[in-house]
């Protein structure tokens, strides 16, 4: 069954420093979101992607965050200058385009 | 905002009972997905229902579209221990490569 790959699986990092999120996509799906889960809370989308730009944006999606498809097969999520609440769950999906889509197992980034 | 009620958000009960999860909503949504995550995992997708009054079965899950496409139900016949874990409901506002909306979840403890 194809997956969605993201690495690292866990990722601490100091807060003011740079991290960034990586995801490898299932290979023939168009559409590509990043979305994140605070401990406890829900799971809000935060951007997603298709054609090489950025379809759509949450309010939580602000400077501070940028996303990229360097290549064919990575996704990536940017985070300058990370806060102390950016300390979630951050889960990569992608899809067809068709309902339904596919989530990757997640990397936890705890800012300390 | 659209927003997505889950209830009950705990629920305890003995191997062999049947029980329903409930996600309310005063929005319609193009579709509603029902996902199973287990902890520290990323969502995996059960069902997705798209018509109003739809029906579908998956083993022992049984999902419903409301008729009106806001709310949907989740029952379970003779639950089993291995349907322990969280259960998401999530809508889709439009069709095709739109955010979805997640409500808090109801997390299931089936007890042997």
């Given amino acids: 069954e194809p997956e969605v790959t993201q690495t690292p699986s866990h990722q601490v990092t100091q807060m003011g420093q740079e991290v960034i999120l990586r995801c490898v996509p299932i290979s023939n799906h168009l559409y590509f979101y990043w979305y994140r889960q605070i401990l406890g809370q829900k799971v809000e989308f935060l951007v997603s992607f298709y054609n090489n730009e950025i379809s759509e944006k949450s309010e939580i999606f602000d400077d501070q965050f940028s996303v990229e498809r360097p290549d064919g097969s990575n996704f990536t999520l940017k985070i300058r200058s990370t806060k102390l609440e950016d300390s979630a769950m951050y889960f990569c999906a992608s899809s067809t385009g068709a309902v339904g889509y596919t989530f990757g197992s997640g990397t936890r980034l705890t800012v300390v | ?112």
Avoid: M
């Fill in chain 2, 1 to 112: 905002t659209q927003l997505l009620e889950q209830s009950p958000q705990f629920l305890s009960i003995q191997e062999g009972e049947n029980l329903t999860v409930y996600c309310n909503s005063s929005s319609v949504f193009s579709s509603l997905q029902w996902y199973r995550q287990e902890p520290g995992e990323g969502p995996v997708l059960l069902v997705t229902v798209v018509t109003g009054g739809e029906v579908k079965k998956l083993k022992r899950l049984t999902f419903q579209f409301g008729d009106a496409r806001k709310d949907s139900s989740l029952h379970i016949t003779a639950a089993q221990p291995g349907d322990t874990g969280l259960y998401l409901c999530a809508g889709a506002r439009n069709s095709g490569n739109t955010p979805l909306v997640f409500g808090k979840g109801t997390r299931l403890s089936v007890i042997a």
